[in-house]
């Protein structure tokens, strides 16, 4: 029998638009010096189009499909040590959520709605928040999400009263722990 393959040295992270993805996977690259991979940036720069652009001209769909894909692409070859920051729907198909779990060590971070509210209130870059009532929106989104989000992390947590640096510092020795006691 073949030995499983083993887990590439990742860090993933997980979670809600507005949960602070895009900050924690900057402040691990730093810390950490390992590239810095995020999924929408890349998703963007291949299709010459934002987010809201993609969703408007192709529809969520053409995205979901472009997200799988390069999800795909980053598990072949397994390249290691990479953070990878992936957008708030990418727990939605089972087969990235499979593909997380196999992708390396993948950190979710939660945080509650109004924070999420508040934080994105602002933006008009997240089509799915365009809407008469965005806190609905954010409500039904999360109670959709938050047992796939479960499902696919290795490790939940919670953002409330924590700073970027404490959260950064969390994750990494959460990680090294993770990645020196694997059987
Ligand atoms: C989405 C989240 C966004 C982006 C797209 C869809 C979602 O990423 O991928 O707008 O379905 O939650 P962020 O989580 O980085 O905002």
Redesign the pocket.
Known sequence: MNPAPSLPENIVII?????G??TIGRALHQRLGYPLVD??QI?EQRAGQS??EI?ATLGEPA?RDM?TALLKELGEPAATRRII??????V?RAENRTMLKNLGYVVWLHAPAAVILAR?NKSH????LQTEDPAARIQS?MAEREPLYQESAHLKLDTTGLRCDELATGIVECSRYFFNNRP
């Open positions: 979670g809600f638009m507005g949960s993805k895009s999924m929408d998703i987010i809201a969703f995205f997200e920051s992936t957008g708030g729907g990418i939605g994105t870059s997240r089509p799915l989104l």
